[in-house]
Nanobody, 123 residues
Framework: QLQASGGGLVQAGDSLRLSCAAS????????MGWFRQAPGKEREFVAT????????AYADSVKGRFTISRDNAKNTVYLPMSSLKPEDTAVYYC??????????????????WGLGTQVTVSS
């Protein structure tokens, strides 16, 4: 199971930190990712991180503003977000990819998904 939290309503330029707590599987053996889905749009890749946390990748739209990290001792992945923009408004989902040591940008590679947490950025 994956439980995302930390979403909320903020103003443009503000920051938020999303967290995703994992349970029921060997967290350190899974690449982790964050995706988001805005109303009327398809789910899109945001960020991914490798098993060890040493390798990360980001969508161009969030690079330099979002930072993915993980704590394998706490079975948790994080997504601190800064300089938020109205176009960042979406439901944010964390996901776990078995066997993907370096993470993945592709939603179809993920085995487990959380329910999502809403992020709303007002202008």
């Amino acid at each position: 199971q994956l439980q995302a939290s930390g979403g909320g309503l903020v103003q443009a330029g503000d920051s938020l930190r999303l967290s995703c707590a994992a349970s029921g599987f060997t967290f350190s053996n899974y690449g982790m990712g964050w995706f988001r889905q805005a109303p009327g749009k398809e789910r899109e890749f945001v960020a991914t991180i490798s098993w060890s946390g040493g390798t990360t990748a980001y969508a161009d739209s969030v690079k330099g503003r979002f930072t993915i990290s993980r704590d394998n001792a706490k079975n948790t992945v994080y997504l601190p977000m800064s300089s938020l923009k109205p176009e960042d408004t979406a439901v944010y989902y964390c996901a776990a990819a078995r066997g993907w040591q370096y993470g993945s940008r592709r939603a179809q590679d993920y085995d487990y998904w959380g329910l999502g947490t809403q992020v709303t950025v007002s202008s």
